[in-house]
């Protein structure tokens, strides 16, 4: 796909334009804590996974034995939890060096720019405010408490609402992001993904994910659109 066709660019947050503050650690045991306590079998939890395997193991199993209805109770405590977490140091966030700098130069380019997060809209605003990024600078912004829990990142349907926001394709959409669940939902839309080393994954992690294309940070993200129209 040609540079040409990219209309959109669609930021994930933590560790892609700002340096998250938020401790994923505590909220993985956090999140197994509660689980165990709510009964939930102890051989389907990992507090040493991705929260997001976690919540997918969870809600395959809630479903299977038909209490949709607690389901929708705890993903609402689930959320407040994970809340309380993010929140803790949010007020240390900063951003990535050139995040903001690369949003208006794209603006200016014409792209349509979101912001597409697992976070949570009260955080996510809180931060982009400490940050200096603000929320004037997207199109869109679509955080995990906008839909159903389970339509977050790495769901391709979070891609493609972002995309739909924005009045393009998804195919149209390039998504940069700093974790594989980022490159899932970028993949299962359709769309282009750019992996930054600016947060949790490193050059080894991207390429035993056989992610296409990374860079060092958002700040390359120009020169790397500019390489792909020759």
């Known amino acids: 796909m040609s540079a040409e066709r990219i209309k959109a660019v669609i930021f994930d947050l933590d560790g892609t334009i700002i340096k998250s503050t938020i401790d994923f650690g505590l909220m993985s045991e956090e999140l197994v804590s509660y689980l165990l306590e709510k009964g939930i079998p102890s051989e389907i939890l990992n507090a040493n996974d991705a929260i997001s395997n976690n919540l997918t193991r969870f809600r395959e199993f809630m479903r299977k034995r038909g209490e949709d209805a607690i389901l929708e109770k705890m993903e609402l405590e689930m959320n407040s939890l994970f809340i309380q977490v993010e929140l803790v140091n949010v007020d240390r966030t ?6 903001e700098d690369v949003i208006r130069h794209l603006r200016r380019e014409g792209y349509r720019i979101g912001l597409l997060t697992r976070a949570s809209r ?18 869109v912004i679509i955080c995990r408490d906008d839909f159903p829990a389970s339509e977050a990142k790495p769901n391709g349907r979070a891609m493609e609402r972002a995309a739909e926001s924005l009045g393009v ?3 149209e959409c390039l998504m940069l992001g700093d974790h594989p669940i980022d490159m899932y939902c970028a993949n299962a839309a359709g769309s282009i993904f750019v992996g930054v080393l ?11 994910k056989e992610c296409g294309s990374f860079i060092e940070s958002v700040a390359n993200l120009p020169a790397w659109l500019r390489d792909r129209e020759y």
């Open 169 to 171: 394709s998804t195919e």
């Open 198 to 208: 600016s947060g949790w994954s490193d050059a080894r992690t991207w390429t035993e």
């Open 94 to 99: 900063t951003q990535v060096n050139g995040a």
């Open 122 to 139: 009260t955080y996510a605003m809180k931060a982009l405010e400490i940050s200096r990024l603000g929320d004037r600078c997207f199109d």
